[in-house]
């Protein structure tokens, strides 16, 4: 069964600092593997999807990549600001479709 | 639409009631799938359908949950006896095909009292 870690629960930086938010999964045998932002009491808004056979994708200040062999991808968001804050997920779609979370990464960027 | 819908955005039930939950998905999405988040947790799958049939329901929890989608458009997440346990937020998503980018609903926050 895939499990999804996301490391760390929560992360607090200044206001235009360049970060990086990790994702691991334990089966290499995914589909896509997306990104998402929740805010609070909100849904999830999509924000970068990779597909098994790409390496990375980009979004304006986001860069996210994948990397099968190791079973991690990375979230980088450069420049970060205020509005940044909020909680990131990651989920893999393996064969059977359905999404698998972590349980989030709860940023906050600090004017 | 614009967007995958739900209502009611909140519901609060007394313990043992019966609750409906509706999911809107974007128009000419085939795939639907239903998610349970618990407080400070990522979302766990419940069920899956593809236009009108239900392929997964592996993630329902109990028999007192049971989903449809009978015209392949809307989505009616029923719990039945409500128990302390079933509140959550319930999340819907919806995607062209199964396996592409599943577009998220605002979710319906029951309080099972």
């Known amino acids: 069964k895939q499990e999804v870690t996301q490391i760390p629960a929560a992360l607090s930086v200044p206001e235009g600092e360049n970060l990086v938010l990790n994702c691991s999964f334990t089966d290499s045998a995914i589909y896509n593997l997306q990104w998402f932002r929740q805010d609070p009491g909100k849904g999830l808004t999509s924000l970068l999807l990779?597909?098994?056979?790409?390496r990375e994708q980009t979004s304006g200040r986001l860069n996210a990549s994948l990397d099968k062999s190791s079973g991690r991808s990375t979230l980088y968001i450069a420049a970060s600001q205020p509005g940044d804050s909020a909680t990131y997920l990651c989920?893999?779609?393996?064969?059977?479709?359905?999404?698998?979370f972590g349980s989030g990464t709860q940023l906050t960027v600090l004017p | 639409g614009a967007g995958v819908s739900q209502s009611p955005r909140y519901k609060v039930a007394k313990r043992g009631q019966d609750v409906a939950l509706r999911c809107d998905p974007i128009s000419g999405h085939v795939s639907l799938f239903w998610y349970q988040q618990a407080l400070g947790q990522g979302p766990e799958f419940l069920t899956y359908f593809q236009n009108e049939a239900q392929l997964d329901k592996s993630g329902l929890p109990s028999d007192r949950f049971f989903a449809e989608r009978p015209e392949g458009s809307v989505s009616t997440l029923k719990i039945q006896r409500t128990q302390q346990e079933d509140s959550a937020v319930y999340l819907c998503?919806?995607?062209?095909?199964?396996?592409?980018?599943?577009?998220f609903g605002p979710g319906t926050r029951l309080l099972v009292l």
């Open positions: 989920a893999d779609s393996g064969s059977a479709r359905q999404l698998t």
């Open positions: 998503a919806s995607s062209e095909l199964g396996g592409g980018a599943q577009y």
């Open positions: 990779i597909q098994s056979s790409q």
